[in-house]
């Protein structure tokens, strides 16, 4: 644990200017974290599926790992928050949306659900109340995009995950 403490303390260091403020200071640390939890997860995740054998189901998280590591690079070598907040949140937002419609529906992916709040609690939070309205119509119209295609991704589903990897995810 103070492996991964120091890790992340030397990251923020790094990408934490001299004349940022305090509230930019916390800023940056909190949107850190997001990649840096979920990267390894989604990496983790993703490989599960590759031994599932759901080769677009694992595309998903796996392409988050490394978009989230070429983002944290990126925040690096410019010291730029907002695009690193863009990318998570739009990432963060459709990706589990996509994840969940590789795997059926709601019927068969609705356990990724829980990683789409993050995108409106995060522009709630970060951005003002206008910017943020759009982040939770984006997050509705997905919702209802989804429901309405429901029904022909459970017919097309042909590959389901066995009920202990549902229940692990």
């Known amino acids: 644990m103070n492996l991964i403490k120091k890790y992340f303390n030397n990251y923020v260091n790094a ?6 403020s305090k509230a930019l200071k916390l800023k940056k640390s909190s949107l850190i974290i997001v990649p840096l939890i979920i990267g390894p997860a989604a990496l983790i995740w993703g490989i599960l599926y590759i031994f599932l054998e759901q080769y677009v189901s694992a595309a998903i998280p796996l392409s988050y790992s490394v978009i989230s590591l070429f983002n944290l690079w990126h925040l690096y070598k410019t010291k730029n928050i907002i695009l690193l907040q863009q990318i998570q949140m739009i990432l963060v937002l459709v990706l589990p949306f996509f994840l969940m419609w590789s795997l059926g529906g709601f019927a068969s992916g609705s356990f990724v659900m829980l990683w789409d709040f993050f995108a409106p609690v ?11 309205l ?12 989804s429901v309405n295609i429901d029904q022909v991704l459970i017919e097309n589903n042909t590959e389901v995950l066995p009920q202990i990897a549902i229940e692990l995810f």
Do not use: N, R
Request: charged letters at 15%; proline letters at 3%.
């Open 15 to 20: 990408v934490v200017l001299p004349t940022d």
């Open 134 to 145: 759009y982040w939770f119509y984006a997050f509705i119209f997905l919702i209802v995009l």
């Open 122 to 132: 995060a522009a709630l939070m970060y951005e003002d109340s206008k910017k943020s």
